[in-house]
């Protein structure tokens, strides 16, 4: 295991503190972001409070590059906003990098490599001496809370989800129950605030026994600079469709693939690009075969850096997401801010990201007939696809990593000044 810190610095942006076994110069771009509707106390920046604060952000993953090998949400969160928090607090980072070529799923075989990671973690956030720290998920949290509170520091704990009752359902695998009740024991430390990704994850919190009162709501995002860098080159002949996510089997990419052969057994000349990589892979080919769409389906596995993985997306005219468990789902965020028609499940996080269906048309969980159709009434009808694609540019206004930013940084002031978390519910 590779253990390390990370500082970010760039020449536009201060430089955060680094500490650890191993030090890496880091440097981001710009970054983008939100607003949720709700606030953090959003009083401007610095006129509470104070700035350069020492800030602890635990996380199990950090991409090892400003390249950004992403292979998820918590790593997208960490290496947009961790960097952008440097411009106003001393900022570190614990975590083991990565390169994004394997992905680390929770498994029985991952769970001591896990509990040994949160050890370390514990005694690196002690030894920063916060004065705020920060964990991203359900191995960090006890790390951020553990070492935060022997330092007497603010406790934030970020959630993308929250899995309670999803890790019996066998989307897990048969030993997903350890880890709901390794859940559960995180959910009975209290921290100072908690930072859920979209309402439908506070409203989980909520049901868990989190006071109200402590749950701000701040989305994720993607970066405007780095989408304004990328062209879109679709060609539409044939057209494109793309998946970008996990191999495994929430994430129902079969029934995109199942979808793509309804499709052709209707004439429709069309493509699928499947990015991504994970236990599913020879499973998902075998089913390719199997449907007679292998010769209109290609497996990029992973994608190392993340501005290929934009130009893939723009280079499609459909983004499709048929995920029955997600958060947020960043990846239709960036699609909608590329001009990607999007086509996702039918479940409450999408709805919430898609502004009720503004930004997205959706489908019935699980059903590859009507995936089939709403693909269909995108490539049929260009009118509707580009009002869709205007609609969405739209939505993801919502969605900057750099609004993120700041008012995650604003956040911090605030707890570091003591003062308690607020919500304006307009």
Not at 164 to 172: K, T, V
Not at 229 to 243: A, C, D, F, M, N
Not at 350 to 362: D, M, T
Request: charged share 20%; hydrophobic share 45%; with cysteine.
């Amino acid at each position: 295991m590779v253990w390390s810190s990370f500082g970010y610095s760039s020449p536009e942006r201060s430089l955060a503190t680094v500490m650890g076994f191993e030090q890496l110069g880091h440097p981001i771009g710009s970054l983008s972001s939100i607003v949720s509707t709700l606030s953090v106390l959003l009083t401007p920046l610095g006129s509470i409070g104070r700035q350069n604060m020492r800030v602890t952000l635990a996380t199990e993953f950090l991409p090892e590059s400003s390249a950004a090998e992403i292979t998820g949400g918590v790593e997208a969160y960490t290496h947009f906003v961790g960097g952008r928090l440097g411009d106003h607090h001393e900022v570190e980072i614990v975590a083991r990098r990565t390169s994004g070529d394997s992905i680390d799923t929770a498994t029985m075989d991952s769970l001591l490599g896990r509990v040994l990671f949160m050890l370390r973690s514990m005694f690196q956030v002690w030894r920063s001496r916060p004065e705020v720290t920060i964990g991203t998920n359900y191995v960090s949290h006890p790390a951020a809370w553990i070492g935060g509170r022997l330092r007497r520091a603010r406790v934030v704990f970020w959630y993308p989800d929250v899995l309670i009752g999803s890790w019996r359902s066998g989307a897990f695998g048969k030993f997903g129950v350890v880890f709901e009740y390794l859940e559960r024991a995180v959910l009975s430390l209290p921290a100072d605030c908690y930072v859920a990704i979209t309402e439908t994850v506070r409203d989980k919190l909520i049901a868990q026994g989190i006071a109200p009162h402590k749950i701000i709501v701040i989305p994720c995002g993607y970066d405007p600079d780095e989408v304004a860098r990328i062209s879109r080159t679709s060609t539409g002949e044939p057209p494109q469709v793309v998946v970008v996510g996990r191999l495994v089997p929430y994430k129902r990419v079969d029934l995109v693939i199942e979808a793509v052969a309804l499709l052709a057994a209707e004439n429709w000349d069309l493509h699928l690009e499947i990015i991504g990589q994970g236990a599913e892979l020879e499973e998902l080919k075998g089913l390719a075969t199997t449907r007679g769409v292998e010769d209109r389906v290609t497996f990029r596995g992973h994608v190392r850096t993340h501005a290929a993985v934009l130009e893939a997306i723009a280079a499609s005219e459909i983004l499709v997401s048929a995920s029955e468990i997600e958060g947020f789902g960043i990846v239709l965020a960036e699609a909608m801010a590329l001009g990607t028609a999007v086509v996702a499940s039918d479940i409450a996080v999408f709805r919430e990201v898609s502004q009720q269906g503004k930004g997205a048309l959706h489908f019935a969980q699980g059903n590859a007939q009507e995936l089939a159709d709403q693909i269909r009434s995108l490539l049929a009808d260009p009118q509707l696809r580009e009002q869709q694609v205007l609609n969405a540019r739209e939505v993801c206004r919502e969605y900057r990593w750099d609004k993120i930013a700041d008012t995650t940084s604003t956040l911090i002031e605030n707890l570091g000044a003591r003062r308690e978390v607020s919500i304006d519910r307009r």
